[in-house]
């Protein structure tokens, strides 16, 4: 069964740094565009950042450019998102989605086919 999982999140202080990760299983994600997506309480989820399924472009919404970088490991199956310099407001459930199609033009959600169950990252002193 083709499934995603994230791992990496926890409990981090403001300005601290987190490595979230997404990795696949019953399927290769060397054909799969990545996005990563957030999800704060009370909030719709919405797209952060993506990764085309050679790594040659990516995208960040403005609120975490400069601050995250997102990469891919296809030999090892997994997609990364780093995330330095957190804020409180970086909290949040992340998830990690596969497109077989947005070749990272787009963070929407509909665009992308599969998902992970996401993992928590909470900012706080």
């Known amino acids: 069964q083709l499934q995603l999982v994230e791992s990496g999140g926890g409990l981090v202080q403001p300005g601290g740094s987190l490595r979230l990760s997404c990795a696949a299983s019953?399927?290769?994600?060397?054909?799969?565009?990545i996005g990563w997506f957030h999800q704060a309480p009370g909030k719709e989820r919405v797209g952060i950042s993506c990764i085309s399924r050679g790594g040659t472009k990516t995208n960040y919404v403005d609120s975490v450019k400069g601050r995250f970088t997102i990469s891919r490991d296809n030999a090892k199956n997994t997609v990364y998102l780093q995330m330095n310099s957190l804020k409180p407001e970086d909290t949040a459930v992340y998830y990690c989605?596969?497109?077989?199609?947005?070749?990272?033009?787009?963070?929407?959600?509909?665009?992308?086919?599969?998902w992970g169950q996401g993992t928590q990252v909470t900012v706080s002193s």
């Open positions: 989605a596969a497109s077989t199609s947005t070749l990272c033009n787009t963070l929407a959600r509909y665009a992308y086919n599969y």
């Open positions: 019953g399927f290769t994600l060397d054909a799969y565009d």
